[in-house]
């Protein structure tokens, strides 16, 4: 990037950081380099091929922030603090392998809301903060909630296993795709589980050909395995309705509240998902509120499983209609889980989002608009 | 200039590549001394010989600096990030097969696929509190074929070598390598995932996109490719 585009994206973050704080949120700064450990303990292998990596001989592991939203929380949980906003703006890096037109530096500002106070109210805050500061640049939003999900996956008719491996993997959805496959009986499991299965039920010995035991895992965890895939074989198939109805939900899309209206007619049929569809509602309520007309949002059934992995209830991002090519402008969510991790186990809600800077700069420019 | 054509420098690979050249009758000798590294090249006009590292004629090929290269698939993918957009595949040359897999040890009985896996590896990290370590050299084509089968719940460890001793040396719980004959895996008490295969390698030669390329090199390659092709006939 040239000098000129380079100061000029850095004030902008600034300048969107400045309106965050003027509206009550503390400013932070956090660390460029993080652990490494610790960002792979959260986000997993993946992590590697998108952040950077760097030595350290005597911390060990570093990684150039990819993201804000762990040096926040990690701030706000060595603080021990109290319901808390904060607002950030700076460089993160991203490698690009994939698309080496996009940069790997690029500056970003948002806000983060460590508040357990009032969830729905903290969720429709973080929203209408960043459509107030990309007011200028005409974006159109979509939102989504993992938490209907999850829901929904505990409302099925299957056992604790079966849901928290579909659960699990809520965030990939092919692999997603296979186990409910498997679990509604519509795909016979492989010819080497079937043997395995025949020689547990005659009571043969699975271990006949195995070869001593190496490795870290061990024996009494082979064995509990084994007696998981023998519960789950004995397990009926999750009805063909319920699988229809989860399908539903994954396939929902509309104006917020028509979403709404639908998601209480599946409620209907499918309870479990009964409390979360009340926090939708309540949120609907908030962001109005706040003075977020619904109807101007877009709900997706699907929406934050394939790219935000760590959210976990709440998501929405704001892109520009004009310029399908590029990116949302800003993305967010709630990440609960993320914080719970990060903070040992002890709950503590959260919700944030941010704006990529240079996406929002190149929508005001197609625009003719000034930003921010 | 002419058109420059990067070989492996020794052992199996540098001779299969000569005798397979020599077959269509283009004939690659190494030339000085027994230790230098420099070649020459008859039977075809304006080709230059480059005696290269195997490992690293990927990089030279990505970043144009030969026009064709001869190295194993396997490592082309490893090393050169969206590979394809880079090199394109003349032509496989018939030797240097090898499969990279995924292996987990034998007394696994539980674990057959990569869904297994990716289950064991949700139970593994519950039971020991981090993530199911898989010892590996080929972290990118490895982390490429995990997210796609959407397995969690692991972490790569670096291995350059000896990986199959890492599992009953407790640095790994599984392992990514390449294998001919799967010897080794069993020696060391492994066993392949049914569908554990990474990559089927193969030497291969390749084009370089990103090299300058002027009309004398590419008559030069026509002339080369018409070669390979009447030997193939």
């Known amino acids: 990037m040239n000098q000129t585009d380079a100061l000029a994206q850095a004030e902008a973050a600034r300048a969107l950081r400045d309106r965050f704080v003027a509206a009550g949120a503390v400013p932070v700064e956090p660390d460029i380099l993080m652990p490494a450990e610790m960002l792979i303990e959260l986000y997993g292998e993946d992590i590697r091929a998108r952040a950077y990596t760097c030595a350290d001989p005597l911390r060990g592991e570093l990684m150039l922030r990819p993201d804000f939203t762990v040096g926040v929380a990690q701030h706000h949980l060595a603080k021990g603090q109290g319901p808390s906003r904060y607002a950030y703006a700076g460089p993160v890096f991203r490698q690009q392998e994939a698309d080496p037109d996009r940069p790997s530096e690029y500056q970003q500002a948002g806000v983060e809301i460590l508040d357990g106070t009032d969830p729905a109210d903290a969720e429709a805050d973080v929203f209408a903060a960043m459509a107030e500061a990309t007011a200028p640049l005409g974006l159109r939003a979509a939102i989504g909630d993992i938490g209907l999900l999850t829901a929904a996956i505990s409302g099925l008719t299957a056992s604790d296993v079966r849901k928290a491996a579909l659960t699990r993997h809520l965030w990939r959805p092919r692999r997603f795709r296979a186990l409910l496959d498997r679990f509604a009986g519509r795909k016979s499991p492989p010819a080497a589980r079937t043997r395995l299965l025949e020689t547990l039920e005659t009571d043969g010995d699975p271990f006949s050909d195995a070869g001593p035991q190496i490795g870290l895992r061990s024996r009494e965890e082979i064995t509990a395995r084994l007696s998981r895939l023998q519960a789950d074989a004995a397990e009926p198939p999750i009805p063909d309705r319920e699988v229809a109805l989860l399908e539903q939900l994954l396939a929902l899309r509309d104006t917020a509240p028509a979403a709404g209206e639908q998601l209480r007619d599946l409620a209907v049929d499918l309870p479990a998902i009964l409390p979360a569809v009340s926090k939708f509602t309540a949120r609907l309520d908030a962001l109005t509120a706040r003075g977020v007309d619904p109807g101007t949002l877009e709900f997706e059934g699907s929406y934050g499983r394939t790219t935000l992995e760590y959210y976990d209830g709440f998501v929405f991002g704001l892109s520009a209609p004009s310029r399908p090519d590029l990116p949302s402008v800003v993305t967010g969510g709630r990440y609960d889980a993320l914080t719970r991790v990060l903070g040992g186990g002890a709950p503590c809600r959260a919700v944030g989002a941010a704006v990529r800077v240079h996406i929002g700069s190149e929508v005001a420019r197609t625009r003719g608009v000034q930003w921010p | ?233």
């Open chain 2, 1 to 233: 200039m002419a058109v420059k054509l990067g070989v492996p420098s020794k052992g199996r690979l540098m001779d299969k590549t000569f005798d397979w050249f020599a077959s269509r009758g283009i004939t690659l000798t190494r030339t000085g001394s027994e230790r230098e590294y420099a070649g020459a090249v008859s039977g075809i006009a304006d080709v230059d010989l480059v005696l290269l590292s195997a490992g690293e004629i990927p990089r030279e090929l990505a970043a144009g600096r030969i026009h064709l290269g001869v190295t194993g698939s396997d490592l082309v993918r490893e090393k050169v990030p969206a590979w394809d957009g880079a090199v394109m595949e003349l032509e496989p040359l018939g030797f240097g097969h090898a499969d990279l897999v995924l292996a987990v040890p034998s007394c696994w009985v539980d674990v057959d696929t990569v869904s297994d896996l990716d289950a064991a590896a949700a139970g593994f990290r519950a039971t020991h509190g981090f993530r199911l370590r898989i010892a590996t050299k080929y972290h990118r084509l490895i982390r490429e074929f995990l997210r796609r089968e959407g397995v969690a719940d692991y972490q790569l460890v670096d291995s350059q070598g000896a990986t199959e001793g890492t599992v009953k040396n407790l640095t790994a719980e599984a392992i990514a390598d390449i294998t001919s004959t799967g010897e080794t895996l069993r020696a060391n008490h492994l066993k392949v995932l049914s569908d554990g295969l990474v990559h089927r390698s193969e030497a291969t030669l390749f084009k370089a996109r990103r090299a300058t390329w002027t009309n004398e090199d590419r008559a030069t390659l026509a002339s080369l490719a018409a070669r390979l092709e009447t030997a193939a006939e």
